[in-house]
Nanobody, 122 residues
Framework: QVQLVESGGGLVQAGGSLRLSCAAS????????MGWYRQAPGKQRELVAR???????VYGDSVKGRFTISSDNAKNTVALLMNSLKPEDTAVYYC????????????????WGQGTQVTVSS
């Protein structure tokens, strides 16, 4: 079984910074992409940032220039550095892994972490 474990959420004042980390564990052979999504109360889950194993990166429009995603393919980890945080960044942040291939399975699957709360006070 594959598990994604997130860490690094918390409470921060507007203008501050936080770093989120996510580690995937299990009998993983490869992962096509890892990324971060967020969901605020009453809103749909949205893409924050995503990085492929080849290094292609996509950011959500609202975080461009403020957030930076990084990954380590060998360790199956992804991190999100969030700078210049705003109250509207408050949400539960979820780590997601796409195209996860494990030993004994011929197809890739997607997995989600349990989520970590980020709260930005004004």
């Amino acid at each position: 079984q594959v598990q994604l474990v997130e860490s690094g959420g918390g409470l921060v004042q507007a203008g501050g910074s936080l770093r989120l980390s996510c580690a995937a564990s299990g009998s993983i052979v490869s992962i096509n992409a890892m990324g971060w999504y967020r969901q605020a109360p009453g809103k749909q889950r949205e893409l924050v940032a995503r990085v492929t194993s080849g290094g292609s990166i996509v950011y959500g429009d609202s975080v461009k220039g403020r957030f930076t995603i990084s990954s380590d393919n060998a360790k199956n980890t992804v991190a999100l550095l969030m700078n210049s945080l705003k109250p509207e960044d408050t949400a539960v942040y979820y780590c997601k892994a796409d195209g996860v291939f494990v030993s004994g399975r011929w197809y890739g699957a997607e997995y989600w972490g349990q989520g970590t709360q980020v709260t930005v006070s004004s």
